[in-house]
């Protein structure tokens, strides 16, 4: 069972800047890539960025553009999300996840993390 552990999530006050960041230490397919989704209460889950393994290759949802940033660690098992300017509407549970993505709209996810809690107040 390959695990990815998230860390960085919190409450935050609007404008502000969180890091989110995964570990995903058994995944190792070069085929992969890996990133965020996240899930606000009562609307369905949405893609929020990706990076390939690589890390030549980078999506963005349309909500996120300009404010997150992903890029992989040294490690490239590894992952962050960096929000700035985050926004209330941001507070969501900020999924990582690892699997085949060919943009915000065509991807298919093997594995997912439990999620991190990210809340934005205003």
């Known amino acids: 069972q390959v695990q990815l552990v998230e860390s960085g999530g919190g409450l935050m006050q609007a404008g502000g800047s969180l890091t989110l960041s995964c570990a995903a230490p058994e995944v190792t397919f070069s085929t992969n890539a890996m990133g965020w989704f996240r899930q606000a209460s009562g609307k369905e889950r949405e893609f929020v960025a990706t990076?390939?393994?690589?890390?030549?290759?980078?999506y963005y949802g349309d909500s996120v553009k300009g404010r997150f940033t992903i890029s992989r660690g040294n490690a490239k098992n590894t992952v962050y999300l960096q929000m700035n300017s985050l926004k209330p509407e941001d507070t969501a549970i900020y999924y990582c996840?690892?699997?085949?993505?060919?943009?915000?709209?065509?991807?298919?996810?093997?594995?997912w993390g439990k999620g991190t809690l990210v809340t934005v107040s205003s």
């Open positions: 990076i390939s393994w690589s890390g030549n290759t980078v």
């Open positions: 996840a690892v699997g085949i993505v060919q943009g915000p709209s065509s991807y298919v996810i093997s594995y």
